[in-house]
T-cell receptor
Framework: QQQVKQSPQSLIVQKGGISIINCAYENTAFDYFPWYQQFPGKGPALLIA?????SEKKEGRFTISFNKSAKQFSLHIMDSQPGDSATYFCAASISQGGKLIFGQGTELSVKP | SAVISQKPSRDICQRGTSLTIQCQVD?????MFWYRQQPGQSLTLIAT?????????ESGFVIDKFPISRPNLTFSTLTVSNMSPEDSSIYLCSVELPFGAQYFGPGTRLLVL
């Protein structure tokens, strides 16, 4: 029940296309859902996060869509660029206490 | 956000030895965490570093193997004890800021021979 399942494991997108990564969770106590971007040799960087009181959050080219009834959330990267090539992790936590449960990661490659 | 540094950034160690990793943050934070990221894998929480009390360990991680210190609100150390090649991983500290946002350090890349 503590798992967060992420798909796909890898994704190849053409420059200018839309990258979509999906995550699903079971624990309805989760109330904080961040996405992290990790480049090789670096620590994960917080990209965008959402709480279940909203269904969508947009920051620049990055959008989180959240479906509370389906217990799913997804990251959309619009106008994908080669510089977006990285590994993306979704996560979930019960915000007071902060233990993050991570998805398995998606390796995104954006082709020029 | 928070600026987090870790030392060392990488190390190569011999089997049976121990390594202490330091984590420093530029502001006082209540919650600090230590994670492990095995090669090509996701992140797994090792423990929550509590200031003024013993760390809280996750299932599968024990204090004898991963002792943690948290002497103040800006600093923590993680020791990887009696290392084996299976301990080769990236070790990451993170801090939680108000409203739940969690930020990670750059990581310590450990190779055990």
């Amino acid at each position: 029940q503590q798992q967060v399942k992420q798909s796909p494991q890898s994704l190849i997108v053409q420059k200018g296309g839309i990258s979509i990564i999906n995550c699903a969770y079971e624990n309805t106590a989760f109330d904080y859902f961040p996405w992290y971007q990790q480049f090789p040799g670096k620590g994960p960087a917080l990209l965008i996060a959402i709480r279940p009181d909203v269904s969508e959050k947009k920051e620049g080219r990055f959008t989180i869509s959240f479906n509370k009834s389906a217990k799913q959330f997804s990251l959309h990267i619009m106008d994908s660029q080669p510089g977006d090539s990285a590994t993306y992790f979704c996560a979930a936590s019960i915000s007071q206490g902060g233990k993050l449960i991570f998805g398995q990661g998606t390796e995104l490659s954006v082709k020029p | 956000s928070a600026v987090i540094s870790q030392k060392p950034s990488r190390d190569i160690c011999q089997r049976g030895t121990s390594l202490t990793i330091q984590c420093q943050v530029d502001s006082q934070v209540t919650m600090m965490f230590w994670y492990r990221q095995q090669p090509g894998q996701s992140l797994t929480l090792i423990a929550t570093a509590n200031q003024g009390s013993e760390a809280t360990y996750e299932s599968g991680f024990v204090i004898d193997k991963f002792p943690i210190s948290r002497p103040n609100l800006t600093f923590s150390t993680l020791t990887v004890s009696n290392m084996s090649p299976e301990d080769s991983s990236i070790y990451l500290c993170s801090v939680e800021l108000p409203f739940g946002a969690q930020y990670f350090g750059p990581g310590t890349r450990l190779l055990v021979l």
